[in-house]
């Protein structure tokens, strides 16, 4: 039930894109990124809802595939801002209103 | 600021002890919930509240660990007999609204057992 992010860890250099996968083998309702900075709480990103819509704010974006039932967090043009673990979170269509969170992708941006 | 008030920040207790946290969010959300987290690893859903009533507690969770939140403000999360497999982060969080609202989430009681 826990969804599987790919890849485990990148390492940027300043102004360069990543991509961070998030797939899950149920079908999903919504899907929810967050980021984690070292010894902080998770902080909310953008939400997700099936239908393949894409959100996005600033210089960081999302979609959501749902034929695919996976989601891609995209980050443009990397600012050191934006070095942490990244989760993403998926509800399950008929589950719960509950989040199952995946072991995230830590992104450590360079200058 | 979150608005998710957790105590304490830190415990440290020795196997076999009782211990007890607290989540305290700002203003009354219909839901909250409980995750735990360990180094490397996403949060961990344990429980979570619709008001007073607790609706879901995960499986993985044994009858150790138990929750309440009376009059749907304030929650508490204990843990009896604790175990060394049990030190780790416990998250509270309540979303802004309904579903599909962020949820937020408070800093986190860190728990160590020695």
């Known amino acids: 039930q826990q969804p599987v992010q790919s890849p485990q860890a990148v390492i940027l250099r300043e102004g360069e894109d990543a991509v961070i996968n998030c797939s899950s083998s149920?079908?999903?309702?919504?899907v929810h990124w967050y980021r984690q900075k070292h010894g902080e709480a998770p902080v909310f990103l953008m939400i997700?809802?099936?239908?393949?819509e894409q959100k996005g704010h600033d210089k960081i974006s999302a979609s959501f595939n749902e034929k695919k039932q996976q989601s891609s967090l995209y980050l443009t043009a990397s600012q050191l801002s934006y070095s942490g673990t990244y989760f993403c979170?998926?509800?399950?269509?008929?589950?719960?209103?509950?989040?199952?969170f995946g072991k995230g992708t830590k992104l450590t941006v360079n200058p | 600021d979150t608005g998710v008030s957790q105590n304490p920040r830190h415990k440290i207790t020795k196997r076999g002890q009782n211990v007890t946290f607290r989540c305290d969010p700002i203003?009354?959300?219909?839901?909250l919930y409980w995750y735990r987290q360990t180094l490397g690893q996403g949060p961990e859903f344990l429980t979570y509240?619709?008001?007073?009533?607790?609706?879901?507690k995960s499986r993985l969770l044994s009858d150790r660990f138990s929750a309440e939140r009376p009059k749907g403000s304030f929650s508490t999360l204990e843990i009896q007999r604790t175990e060394q497999g049990d030190s780790a982060m416990y998250l509270c969080a309540t979303p802004d609204r309904g579903r599909l609202s962020p949820l937020h989430f408070g800093n986190g009681t860190r728990l160590t057992v020695t």
């Open positions: 997700l809802l099936k239908g393949g």
């Open positions: 203003s009354e959300h219909n839901r």
């Open positions: 979170g998926t509800e399950r269509e008929g589950g719960s209103e509950k989040l199952v």
């Open positions: 509240f619709q008001n007073e009533a607790q609706l879901e």
């Open positions: 149920k079908a999903l309702y919504s």
